[in-house]
Nanobody, 126 residues
């Protein structure tokens, strides 16, 4: 069973940057969609970025051009680089994984996954 542990959340000023990391444990060689989603108080869960085993990426319109998702395969780590942060980026961020045995497109806007971490808080001040 895949286990995910996030780190790197915190506070930033509007226009600033933060980097989130997610350690992946229990992963065995097979096809997955790897992604990040977030949830702000009183709002619905929002998928923001995804990457597949071939490192093809996809992003939600709200973060495209500002966030970058990547995989450090040597360290079994998923990374979300967040630049030009805005107050509306505030929320709890979760890394996640979904089995993808048919090698389908991994949508950055998806928030439905088989596994997720415990979350890390991101707060952006204006």
């Amino acid at each position: 069973q895949v286990q995910l542990v996030e780190s790197g959340g915190g506070s930033a000023q509007s226009g600033g940057s933060l980097t989130l990391s997610c350690e992946v444990h229990g992963y065995k060689e097979s096809s997955y969609c790897w992604g990040w989603f977030r949830q702000a108080p009183g709002k619905e869960r929002e998928g923001i970025a995804a990457i597949d085993n071939e490192d093809t990426t996809d992003y939600a319109p709200s973060v495209k051009g500002r966030f970058t998702i990547s995989r450090d395969k040597a360290r079994n780590t998923l990374v979300l680089q967040m630049d030009n942060l805005k107050p509306e980026d505030t929320g709890m961020y979760f890394c996640a994984a979904e089995k993808n045995p048919w090698y389908q497109h991994c949508s950055g806007s998806s928030s439905v996954y088989d596994y997720r971490g415990q979350g890390t808080q991101v707060t952006v001040a204006s």
